[in-house]
């Protein structure tokens, strides 16, 4: 049987940390800002290509190439509304981050 002494020497553990471990913050900040300033630089660089393609290829004039664009560009800019619903409800912000990082990457290559 152990003494009272013994109780007193005996460091006891949480089973569980109560601190949890840090997540996000300001070391994810630079990953953010780099993604979404190369995406940026992608897209904006991209334009310029695609209503040539449009006009040359496509055969397309080049107003209805201009408003396909347009479209193309408003529709993508209205993007994060959906990958901020599906960031919150289902997968979680840095999740979705890295997938819309991926596949804009691999739609570039693509292009």
Same mark, same amino acid.
């Given at each position: 049987?152990e003494? #009272?002494s013994? /109780?007193? !020497? @005996? @460091? *006891? /553990?949480p089973?569980l940390? *109560?601190s949890?471990?840090?997540k996000? =913050?300001?070391? *994810? @900040? #630079? %990953?953010?800002?780099a993604s979404e300033?190369f /995406?940026? +630089?992608?897209s904006?660089?991209?334009? #310029? !290509?695609m209503?040539?393609y449009?006009?040359? /290829?496509y =055969?397309?004039e080049s107003?209805r190439?201009a !408003? *396909?664009? %347009? &479209?193309?560009s408003?529709?993508t800019n %209205?993007m #994060?509304?959906?990958?901020? %619903? +599906?960031?919150?409800?289902y ?6 981050? =890295? &997938?819309?990082? @991926?596949?804009?990457l691999l739609?570039? &290559?693509?292009l």
């Amino acid at each position: 049987m152990e003494s #009272p002494s013994d /109780e007193k !020497n @005996i @460091i *006891t /553990e949480p089973l569980l940390s *109560t601190s949890p471990k840090a997540k996000g =913050g300001l070391r *994810t @900040i #630079p %990953f953010i800002l780099a993604s979404e300033a190369f /995406e940026r +630089l992608a897209s904006h660089g991209l334009l #310029p !290509n695609m209503i040539l393609y449009l006009t040359r /290829e496509y =055969g397309m004039e080049s107003a209805r190439g201009a !408003n *396909t664009l %347009f &479209f193309w560009s408003a529709a993508t800019n %209205f993007m #994060p509304i959906l990958g901020a %619903f +599906l960031a919150d409800s289902y997968v979680g912000r840095y999740r979705m981050i =890295g &997938f819309g990082c @991926i596949v804009s990457l691999l739609v570039l &290559f693509i292009l």
